[in-house]
């Protein structure tokens, strides 16, 4: 942690703060000066008695560490792809991959990242697809992968081609997924 006057603020939901004593120091009431050789153990005081937290919480209401330091949580997860994203097909069928490897016309094998590549890294992507009427790949979006393949699964399903879907003698778009396999030689 820097060294220097530190400010803090502490939120637990369902409970008050009482008290943030640093050392001998009420954090609440007075700045906390903080050394390179400070070894202080932080002290939180929870009032208990005026809220209860669904499902239990914890007895006592002092909360201590040995350590204090200072991270920030990390970024949330992206959200999933919306059903907007396949708004050309929004009308499309959800088909099996098997029932869609049948139909395929087409299809390259993707590119090998040289990163992967170097650091021997293998894995698989799952990527959702969009495929018209005519059978021509429309929408593809990465379901769950390897982040050093995603790209380049990507690019290899949206060079594929399919026989048209028929459903009652009639061509459909279909929604399904591919698996692209990365795997050393």
């Known amino acids: 942690m820097p060294e220097g006057d530190i400010q803090l603020s502490l939120t637990v939901p369902g409970y008050t703060v009482k008290s943030l004593i640093y050392g001998t120091t009420d954090i609440t009431r007075e700045n906390m000066k903080v050394t390179g050789t400070d070894t202080a153990e932080l002290r939180v005081v929870l009032d208990t008695t005026s809220t209860t937290i669904p499902g239990g919480g914890f007895s006592g209401g002092i909360v201590t560490t040995s350590s204090l330091s200072a991270v920030a949580p990390p970024p949330p997860p992206p959200p999933p792809p919306s059903p907007a994203a396949f708004s050309s097909t929004a009308a499309a069928t959800r088909i099996s991959p ?84 990365f795997t050393l030689p």
């Open 98 to 181: 098997d029932v869609a490897q049948a139909n395929l016309a087409s299809s390259v094998l993707p590119v090998y990242p040289p990163i992967a590549s170097a650091a021997r890294v293998q894995g698989s992507v799952v990527v959702q697809v969009g495929i018209s009427i005519e059978g021509r790949v429309q929408d593809v979006s990465v379901v769950s992968g390897h982040a050093l393949f995603n790209e380049a699964a990507l690019q290899a399903v949206r060079q594929r081609a399919y026989k048209p879907f028929v459903l009652n003698g009639k061509a459909i778009p279909v929604v399904t997924t591919v698996t692209v396999n």
